[in-house]
């Protein structure tokens, strides 16, 4: 587990042991995070919201983000900064292997994966979680 702290503190991200140990057998490696190659750090490119706006729902993630030491929390911060004033955070929480949360104007935001808010019973639409299973696909080669 060393090495996996290792490499986070260096803004690589690696889930488990057992992809660590996998990685000494990798051939090719593809990657699309945009701005993780060209910038040498990832940005937020674009947002899909369920309910309200872009900049609501950027502003309470980021005012949780903020508290992260997640290396893809500082993306959501900075994205957020330029739009208005982030909030406070209180109450945070890692939700190891599935995300964080915290209490923002009173209410608990969880920002993670689709794990996390189908046990938080957080509905995601059809055409959101189509969207999402879109960008988890390993992309056709060309």
């Keep these: 587990m060393a090495g996996i702290g290792n490499a986070a503190r260096r803004g690589v991200l690696i889930k488990g042991g057992e992809h660590l140990e996998k990685a ?7 990657l699309d995070k945009t701005g993780t190659l060209t ?8 947002c899909w919201v369920n309910r309200g706006t872009e900049t609501d729902m950027l502003l309470k993630a980021a005012a949780v983000e903020r508290l992260s030491e997640h290396p893809l929390a500082k993306p959501v911060v900075e994205r957020a900064a330029e739009k208005r004033r982030i ?8 939700l190891p292997g599935h995300g ?3 209490t923002v104007a009173g209410k608990r935001i969880y920002v993670g994966n689709r794990k996390l808010m189908r046990e938080q019973g957080i509905a995601i ?4 979680e189509e969207r999402m299973a ?9």
């Design 39 to 46: 910038r040498g750090r990832p940005q937020v490119t674009g």
């Design 100 to 102: 964080v949360m915290a």
């Design 24 to 30: 000494g057998k990798i051939q090719v490696v593809v």
């Design 134 to 142: 879109a960008e988890e696909r390993p992309a056709a080669p060309r």
């Design 125 to 128: 639409d059809a055409g959101t």
């Design 87 to 94: 909030p406070e955070a209180t109450n945070f929480q890692v």
